[in-house]
């Protein structure tokens, strides 16, 4: 089963932390790993990641992939209260469908 | 709009009734999917269309679950003689290709 493992599940900070989220995943194929912010609505896209070792940055977030451990890292940092969200990971396992599998999330939480 | 429009936001029907809901995507985006979201679960693959095909409709829980998009835009998903485990929120994303997946805001379902 092509499983994607969060972790924490939940984090509580203050602002001005830096925090590193987690996802593993298990896969025999594999297209791209993605990273997504949901708070009350619709999961807004952070990263897509497709090769190792590459960091992609947006502001205070980063994320990058290791294809060799099936590992990838989102992280945050100097967090402010609008940070708090639930941030979701899901592989893409390529071929002709592009349907995600998705973690659980780590729901986070910045307390001022 | 620029986004992925979906409605009802929000629906409550008695267990039996059959409900329908409807997914507008972004214009051109040729690929569109239905994601089912418990609480405190990330999304879970229902089905895929690519333009009006329906390439994979492995995620749906039953044949009470039907989902179409006639003329390869407008999404409709339906649900016929609902149960209690229905109740969820249903997110639907479009996206060209390999291109990461925009989301809706969902439709909370909740069955009473």
């Known amino acids: 089963e092509d499983k994607v493992v969060q972790s924490p599940l939940s984090l509580v900070v203050h602002e001005g932390d830096t925090v590193t989220l987690n996802c593993s995943y298990e896969?025999?194929?594999?297209?791209?790993l993605l990273w997504y912010k949901q708070e009350k609505k619709a999961p807004t896209f952070l990263f897509m990641l497709?090769?190792?070792?590459i960091e992609k940055k947006s502001g205070r977030l980063s994320s990058i992939l290791d294809k060799k451990e099936l590992f990838s890292i989102l992280n945050i940092t100097a967090t402010q209260t609008g940070d708090s969200a639930v941030y979701l990971c899901?592989?893409?396992?390529?071929?002709?469908?592009?349907?995600?599998?998705f973690g659980k999330g780590t729901l986070l939480t910045v307390n001022p | 709009g620029a986004g992925v429009s979906q409605s009802p936001r929000y629906k409550v029907a008695k267990r039996g009734q059959d409900v329908a809901l409807r997914c507008d995507p972004i214009?051109?985006?040729?690929?569109l999917f239905w994601y089912q979201q418990a609480l405190g679960q990330g999304p879970e693959f229902l089905t895929y269309?690519?333009?009006?095909?329906?390439?994979?409709k492995s995620g749906l829980p039953s044949d009470r679950f039907f989902a179409e998009r006639p003329e390869g835009s407008v999404s409709t998903l339906k649900i016929q003689r609902t149960q209690q485990e229905d109740s969820a929120v249903y997110l639907c994303?479009?996206?060209?290709?390999?291109?990461?997946?925009?989301f809706g805001d969902g439709t909370r379902l909740s069955i009473l």
């Open positions: 994303a479009s996206s060209l290709g390999v291109q990461p997946q925009h």
């Open positions: 896969v025999t194929n594999f297209r791209s």
């Open positions: 497709t090769s190792s070792g």
């Open positions: 899901a592989r893409n396992s390529g071929g002709s469908n592009y349907k995600l599998t």
């Open positions: 214009s051109g985006h040729v690929s």
């Open positions: 269309f690519q333009n009006e095909a329906q390439l994979d």
